[in-house]
């Protein structure tokens, strides 16, 4: 990586290495110039540690997948994470329905369910994307100064990898649907609090600003999802009473 390429988990100040490799294979680990802390403790620590930092929302842990590491399967997540989003909604809306003929026009019909399940999944990721990055937009266009003063420039690409990743929790949609028992809706609503809890955690380590700021970005995006899938579900009956 490029020098300053990675930052203190404690402070957040830039770093140009995370470890100095001595002869003999001997590592130290580089210790801040500004805390006097290691800059980067989690490079010790086992994956399964560092995951469970990650779900309890701790700020080091963000900042080392974010910023000290070459994780690039925002991507494959985002995919995997849709998938599941789409597999909730189907599942849920045929789960009182079976069909034994594997030849039924049904069994088709809602395969491609499935398919408009996952767009309309994509759709609703797109929009609350859109909308956290529109209030932060205005954020900054009625603040010169969004982020506090060690601050991190408002790097678009940094901060959508960042959503993406941190939308990690929607995975446990299919196990909450695959037990499925009395208290699914309850389940369902804090695995929704969870992704938005990290969505926050993921702004703030990103941008290094305020909790209010971070909340704000959030909110504005889950508004804009909420209107897009008002706008989908209206569109769909607008057009399923010009049918009948």
Known sequence: MAEAAFRC?????????????YTNGILKIT????????????????????????????????????????????WKLCVFCLLCEAYLRWSLRHSSESSDDPADIIRYTKEWEFYGMVALAALELLAF??????????AAAMSSRVCSDSGVGMDLH?????????????????????????????????????????????????LNCSKRLALSSVCGGLLSETIAVWMCQTAAGTSLGDHV
Request: a neutral charge; one cysteine or more; glycine letters at 6%.
């Open 158 to 206: 940094l901060l959508l990898r960042a959503l993406l990743l941190s939308g990690y929790g929607k995975v446990l949609l299919v196990p909450a649907v695959i037990w499925e028992h009395d208290f699914l809706p309850l389940c369902l609503g804090f695995i929704k609090v969870f992704v938005l809890t990290s969505n926050m955690q993921a702004v703030r380590v990103i």
């Open 31 to 74: 210790l801040c110039g500004s805390c006097q802390k290691p800059v980067d403790k989690y490079i010790e620590y086992d994956p399964v540690i560092i995951l469970i930092d990650a779900i309890l929302c701790k700020t080091q842990a963000f900042r080392h997948i974010l910023f000290n590491t070459n994780w690039d399967i925002h």
């Open 9 to 21: 988990i404690e402070c957040n100040e830039k770093a140009a290495e995370l470890h100095r490799d």
């Open 129 to 138: 994307c859109g909308g956290v990055l529109l209030v932060l937009k205005a």
